[in-house]
């Protein structure tokens, strides 16, 4: 864990670092709504009563690299032990059939008679094969091209040729197939990920006179995000006007963000916000709803592009009602510095409280009048530190 390590200060949550739940939180967190995406990103759905199962077998590939590390390990070892102990199987029945084993213990048994094909005129399929034992080394030495030199084929038998043909075909495609699923878990989207992050807590408050839903999300890494998007989604529980009860029904909603449309420009951490207007799902959202009891989840996606893989990822997050903070607004983490802008990430998911009506948006844009009551906050400004410069020359009075 990077905050264990000190790298990152305690008080900056990621949304993939576990928390610490009080004890006293521990009865109410049995009561909250069942999260469709989780905090780090993982899809709270199971899958049960599959019955087409052979529909993962078609895509083999991907199949073994879903598997988790201990299985794909043992596939990986099991499939080099089996090719060599069936291929070993093969070259022992081969020098079984052409006699080599009963001509090889006749030479150890009376080494007068002549080595192979010396004076006594026999040539084996593969030399030096006395038993199986030599037979599966045999087959390791062909599979790996090790050529140790104390065994090889010879032009007496067609058909060990042939399997030394098939041997190598099997070799080749074994090793691209296992290698690629290697490569392929240890390069997965989602490890880019875990440095793609998004504050604790989401926030509404006024911005240009309405009332926003934002939330601040950062890279923790110098290599870019290529083509960077971001996308929201209200989860909820509606049913039709026929009475169809839809549990899971997913709502687009409209995002802004300090580039415009959806595609960002994610260098330093950026305050993604919503304009809560009469075509939001949240319009008639007040702080009275922001409770764990409500059936709310807003679900937020950042997709990219990685620079230095190519490789397209994404990272999800999700906010329940009781994460939303009513009357907030995020504090200021970007500070100019000797010249170049720093980013204070012990301060990432920090709010400060600013005047905001108890009211939803629709009552707000009905009534324009709460407003007026309204004090106003002092505008966020980007803090620069003054550096003190040292003159390089002094200016006299004095004729020289």
């Given at each position: 864990?990077?905050?264990?390590?000190?790298?990152?200060?305690?008080?900056?949550?990621?949304?993939?670092?576990?928390?610490?739940?009080?004890?006293?939180?521990?009865?109410?967190?049995?009561?909250?709504?069942?999260?469709?995406?989780?905090?780090?990103?993982?899809?709270?759905?199971?899958?049960?009563?599959?019955?087409?199962?052979?529909?993962?077998?078609?895509?083999?590939?991907?199949?073994?690299?879903?598997?988790?590390?201990?299985?794909?390990?043992?596939?990986?070892?099991?499939?080099?032990?089996?090719?060599?102990?069936?291929?070993?199987?093969?070259?022992?029945?081969?020098?079984?059939?052409?006699?080599?084993?009963?001509?090889?213990?006749?030479?150890?048994?009376?080494?007068?008679?002549?080595?192979?094909?010396?004076?006594?005129?026999?040539?084996?399929?593969?030399?030096?094969?006395?038993?199986?034992?030599?037979?599966?080394?045999?087959?390791?030495?062909?599979?790996?091209?090790?050529?140790?030199?104390?065994?090889?084929?010879?032009?007496?038998?067609?058909?060990?040729?042939?399997?030394?043909?098939?041997?190598?075909?099997?070799?080749?495609?074994?090793?691209?197939?296992?290698?690629?699923?290697?490569?392929?878990?240890?390069?997965?989207?989602?490890?880019?990920?875990?440095?793609?992050?998004?504050?604790?807590?989401?926030?509404?408050?006024?911005?240009?006179?309405?009332?926003?839903?934002?939330?601040?999300?950062?890279?923790?890494?110098?290599?870019?995000?290529?083509?960077?998007?971001?996308?929201?989604?209200?989860?909820?529980?509606?049913?039709?006007?026929?009475?169809?009860?839809?549990?899971?029904?997913?709502?687009?909603?409209?995002?802004?963000?300090?580039?415009?449309?959806?595609?960002?420009?994610?260098?330093?951490?950026?305050?993604?916000?919503?304009?809560?207007?009469?075509?939001?799902?949240?319009y008639d959202i007040s702080p009275l709803n922001l409770h764990h009891h409500e059936?709310?989840?807003?679900?937020?996606?950042?997709?990219?592009?990685?620079?230095?893989?190519?490789?397209?990822?994404?990272?999800?997050?999700?906010?329940?009602?009781?994460?939303?903070?009513?009357?907030?607004?995020?504090?200021?983490?970007?500070?100019?510095?000797?010249?170049?802008?720093?980013?204070?990430?012990?301060?990432?998911g920090n709010t400060v409280k600013v005047p905001t009506p108890s009211c939803t948006?629709?009552?707000?844009?009905?009534?324009?009048?709460?407003?007026?009551?309204?004090?106003?906050?002092?505008?966020?400004?980007?803090?620069?530190?003054?550096?003190?410069?040292?003159?390089?020359?002094?200016?006299?009075?004095?004729?020289?």
């Open positions: 864990m990077l905050s264990r390590k000190g790298i990152i200060p305690e008080e900056y949550v990621l949304t993939r670092l576990a928390e610490d739940v009080p004890d006293h939180a521990r009865y109410r967190a049995r009561e909250r709504r069942a999260r469709f995406v989780g905090k780090n990103g993982a899809c709270n759905v199971a899958h049960k009563n599959i019955r087409e199962q052979g529909r993962f077998l078609q895509d083999v590939f991907t199949t073994l690299v879903d598997l988790k590390w201990p299985h794909t390990l043992l596939i990986f070892t099991m499939s080099f032990l089996c090719s060599w102990l069936l291929f070993g199987m093969v070259w022992w029945l081969i020098a079984f059939a052409h006699g080599d084993l009963d001509h090889s213990t006749r030479l150890q048994r009376d080494p007068a008679e002549g080595t192979a094909g010396g004076p006594s005129g026999f040539v084996p399929c593969v030399t030096s094969i006395h038993s199986f034992t030599s037979a599966f080394l045999f087959s390791i030495e062909v599979q790996v091209t090790i050529g140790f030199g104390g065994r090889m084929v010879t032009e007496e038998c067609p058909a060990a040729i042939l399997v030394l043909i098939v041997q190598n075909i099997v070799g080749l495609v074994i090793n691209a197939i296992m290698l690629g699923c290697i490569f392929m878990k240890t390069s997965q989207a989602h490890r880019r990920a875990e440095t793609l992050i998004f504050s604790k807590h989401a926030v509404i408050a006024l911005r240009e006179g309405k009332l926003c839903f934002m939330l601040r999300v950062g890279d923790l890494r110098k290599s870019m995000i290529i083509s960077a998007t971001i996308r929201m989604q209200v989860v909820k529980k509606t049913s039709s006007l026929e009475g169809e009860v839809v549990p899971l029904n997913q709502i687009d909603i409209q995002m802004e963000n300090p580039v415009g449309g959806n595609s960002i420009f994610l260098v330093s951490p950026l305050i993604i916000y919503h304009v809560i207007d009469k075509n939001s799902p949240l059936d709310l989840e807003i679900i937020v996606i950042l997709e990219g592009v990685v620079e230095t893989t190519g490789i397209t990822t994404q990272a999800r997050t999700s906010y329940l009602a009781d994460e939303i903070l009513w009357g907030q607004r995020f504090v200021p983490i970007v500070a100019e510095e000797d010249g170049r802008y720093s980013v204070d990430y012990s301060k990432f948006a629709r009552q707000l844009e009905e009534d324009r009048s709460i407003m007026d009551t309204m004090p106003l906050s002092p505008k966020g400004t980007m803090r620069k530190r003054s550096v003190k410069l040292k003159p390089k020359f002094t200016i006299s009075d004095k004729p020289s």
